[in-house]
């Protein structure tokens, strides 16, 4: 069948595609939550109440604002330290073999460890929360890289050098879009991984953000706070891989077979 044939996904099939599991998700959850009449888990629609309420007193929008601005920080941060120290590594077998220990220890060091360190090291600072994230995401980052950087194709660069592309020019024109795939599986990996370390920073050394208000919640048993809370983020980052990541993504690889 010609590719003329077969229709094109549209953006909107392809948010309710992604829309219509969760609705479903929480069908189920409305009623196995009205069978089990427990106070550990409300239903949907008190959980929605309580969203509703933080919305309007502005507790969730401050919360989640600050929460934002360190995932936002770190997340560039770690993406710009990994990147440039995984093409490194994968362009150099001396340099790889020296700081491959230091990214198997990295990723082998629990995100709890690491922040409370930071915490006593520099004090329970805004640098010290935004650090210990980093250092948390740059290794996976570095390996992601690091085999995309292995994995280029050589003969597109001589190519390059025989039509005398500048280095600038075969960086962004040839080099780069190679290592899209591996970029966009760190950031979307990276997202995932840093929101959750954020929330873990917030709860042990900070006084506002997500995770400190579920903290709170914590020691009062609210689990439709708690919850509200989550979902609140977890829709946000959501909606950022559908309509941000997925379609750049996909704009950015147009030229792979």
């Known amino acids: 069948m010609s590719e003329e ?6 953006p909107h099939s392809s948010l309710w595609s992604r829309v219509w599991p969760m ?3 929480a069908a189920v959850w409305q009623i196995v939550a009205m069978q089990m009449h427990s106070r550990a888990l409300p239903t949907p629609l008190a959980v929605f109440e309580v969203l509703v309420r933080e919305t309007r007193s502005g507790e969730l929008l401050f919360h989640l604002g600050q929460t934002v601005l360190r995932v936002a920080i770190s997340f560039c941060l770690a993406m710009l330290l990994g990147v440039g120290l995984g093409i ?3 362009r ?5 073999r020296v700081l491959d220990s230091f990214l198997i220890l990295g990723l082998n060091v629990p ?5 409370i360190l930071c915490y006593i090291w520099f004090g329970l600072s805004e640098t010290a929360a935004i650090l210990a994230v980093v250092v948390n995401k740059i290794p996976m980052v570095a390996i992601n890289l690091r085999e995309g950087a292995r994995a280029v194709d050589t003969q ?5 050098q025989v039509y005398r592309l ?3 020019a075969c960086f962004f024109k040839v080099y780069l879009p190679q290592l899209y795939p591996y970029l966009f599986s760190s950031a979307r990996n990276g997202l995932a991984l840093i929101w959750k370390i954020v929330l873990v920073v917030e709860l042990l050394g900070r ?7 579920i903290g709170s919640f914590f020691h009062f048993f609210d689990i439709s706070s708690i919850l509200a809370y989550t979902l609140a983020f977890s829709a946000l980052i959501f909606l950022l891989e559908t309509l941000l990541l997925r379609p750049l993504e996909n704009r950015l690889n147009r030229w792979r077979p």
């Open 166 to 168: 500048s280095r600038t």
């Open 5 to 10: 044939l077969i229709p094109s996904t549209t």
């Open 23 to 25: 609705l479903a998700l």
């Open 156 to 160: 597109l660069l001589e190519v390059a």
């Open 92 to 96: 150099s077998r001396r340099v790889d």
């Open 111 to 115: 995100a709890l460890v690491t922040t």
């Open 207 to 213: 006084s506002d953000g997500v995770g400190f208000q």
């Open 88 to 90: 490194l590594m994968g």
